[in-house]
Nanobody, 125 residues
Framework: QVQLVESGGGSVQAGGSLRLSCAAS????????LGWFRQPPGKEREKVAT????????SYTDSVQGRFTISHDNAKTTLYLQMNSLKPEDTAMYYC??????????????????WGQGTQVTVSS
């Protein structure tokens, strides 16, 4: 079991920055995938970035590559998402999620087992 609590969302103007945090508790081990997802208004949930605890493998969706940075503080068991150069199309509810996978490619896909409650990010033009 993994419990996830997000924080750090808010409203910002285009070009601004925000940092999201996800406090993870429970059974976090080397087989754990941690990820950030988002769901824009009226649209489906999409994966933003993932981190594989086993070897530190990171991946990003193309639309955030070069603007967002995912990181993990192992001591604090906290997952972060630094978001720079924000655009109005980044407006969404952002979720932290986790699942277990034996290999890093298991972090792909959007089917995750544990989810936080979400934090809203609003970017105005």
């Amino acid at each position: 079991q993994v419990q996830l609590v997000e924080s750090g969302g808010g409203s910002v103007q285009a070009g601004g920055s925000l940092r999201l945090s996800c406090a993870a508790s429970g059974y976090i081990n080397s087989w754990t995938c941690l990820g950030w997802f988002r769901q824009p208004p009226g649209k489906e949930r999409e994966k933003v970035a993932t981190f594989y605890n086993g070897d530190g493998t990171i991946s990003y969706t193309d639309s955030v590559q070069g603007r967002f940075t995912i990181s993990h503080d192992n001591a604090k068991t906290t997952l972060y998402l630094q978001m720079n150069s924000l655009k109005p199309e980044d407006t969404a509810m952002y979720y932290c999620a986790a699942k277990y996978a034996r290999f890093n490619h298991g972090c792909s896909g959007i089917v995750y087992d544990y989810w936080g409650q979400g934090t809203q990010v609003t970017v105005s033009s």
